[in-house]
């Protein structure tokens, strides 16, 4: 058993001092999310994946990757290999599939020339395909995890004891497989697109489980189709809808509150790094001129300071729905960077 002392000295480094408020701890750390996020927005916007810079974030991702033990995960999935990437500084037990994707896509922006990388990048895609649930869809955590009655028991407060998969994950995964030209009629991938596609809100969005919300699903959404190439008919109503909730100073904003009322809830003030999930989003399936994209990539610049960086106070990030929500600080500089880094290689 471990004892407590071992944890200790892991406190400080979650502790925040704020003068105003005293001293709190935060939930968690994220550096193997921001780091892949951070340098693929660089990617994006021009600057060269081989770069020095880019190259030692990779280096240094690649000492995270758990390639050895056999975590939570692999109590469902008998066949799977460790190979992916956990959220902090050290988890072994719970790679997620959503570090692991951004990961492997810095990877492959990257070249695999390197036979160690070319390693790594395998054994992260081979536990990435691995995760795919029954139902198609890809989860966070685990597979099929989907029995939803453990959510009523009287010790679910948050009703999360489960890990279904979700309609953003499997985007994301989606949208991976086009990057690197997976074949389009391969059983898993049309299992993912169905599953995608039949998770469309009536209205024309997606939920998103790990971010705020329905923006965060709906982008995740459009940018797979749009790299498929497949789902005319859903990226129709979807781009309707994103036109539907834009703000009149072009930006977007989302809040927390829809998870509860299970529906749309305007924030009531444009947010940075949801006005770029929604840019991002149109960029890909409607490019640059289209009028609403037009307007939310006016939204950042004016609203950009003279440091290069955004300023936002709102939590866009998703915990556990209803309950616990997170500021990644990093989420207003690098998602709008990639935006506009999205649309100057559209245009030029």
């Not at 037990?93 to 395998?122: C, M, N, W």
């Not at 086009?178 to 809100?201: G, W």
């Not at 106070?313 to 990644?328: L, M, Q, V």
């Not at 207003?332 to 559209?346: D, N, S, T, V």
Request: charged share 20%; net charge negative; glycine share 10%.
């Amino acid at each position: 058993p471990l004892e407590a002392e071992e944890f200790l000295p892991a406190i400080p480094r979650k502790l925040e001092e704020d003068f105003s408020q005293g001293i709190h701890q935060q939930c968690c750390l994220s550096p193997v999310w921001d780091t892949a996020w951070a340098a693929m927005a660089l990617v994006e916007s021009g600057m060269d994946p081989k770069s020095a810079a880019l190259m030692k974030s990779s280096e240094w991702l690649l000492s995270k990757q758990v390639s050895q033990t056999y975590g939570d995960w692999s109590v469902k999935n008998k066949n799977g290999k460790p190979g992916g990437w956990s959220f902090e500084f050290d988890n072994e037990d719970y790679p997620d599939v959503d570090d692991t994707i951004e990961v492997l896509t810095l990877l492959h922006s990257q070249g695999l020339e390197d036979p160690q990388r070319k390693e790594a990048f395998e054994k992260g895609f081979s536990w990435l395909m691995s995760m795919q649930s029954k139902n198609g869809g890809w989860a966070a955590f685990d597979v099929d995890n989907t029995m939803q009655w453990l959510n009523s028991l009287p010790f679910s407060d948050h009703g999360a004891c489960l890990d279904p998969p979700t309609p953003d994950i499997t985007a994301r995964v989606l949208e991976f497989l086009a990057l690197i030209d997976y074949e389009k009629q391969d059983p898993a991938l049309q299992r993912a697109l169905q599953f995608l596609l039949k998770e469309q809100k009536t209205n024309g969005a997606w939920e998103g489980r790990w971010g705020v919300n329905y923006l965060y699903g709906t982008w995740c959404a459009l940018q797979a189709l749009g790299a498929l190439g497949e789902g005319q008919e859903a990226i129709e109503k979807a781009v309707a809808w994103l036109e539907s909730v834009q703000n009149q100073d072009g930006g977007w904003g989302e809040s927390c509150a829809g998870y509860l009322e299970e529906r749309y809830v305007p924030l009531g003030k444009s947010v940075p790094s949801q006005t770029a999930w929604a840019v991002m989003g149109l960029l890909s399936v409607r490019g640059p001129e289209h009028a609403s994209t037009q307007r939310g990539l006016e939204y950042l610049m004016r609203t950009q300071n003279q440091d290069g960086s955004w300023e936002e106070s709102a939590y866009t990030g998703t915990g556990f729905p209803g309950h616990f929500y997170i500021r990644y600080h990093g989420y207003r500089h690098y998602f709008p960077l990639m935006a506009l880094g999205k649309f100057k290689a559209l245009v030029s």
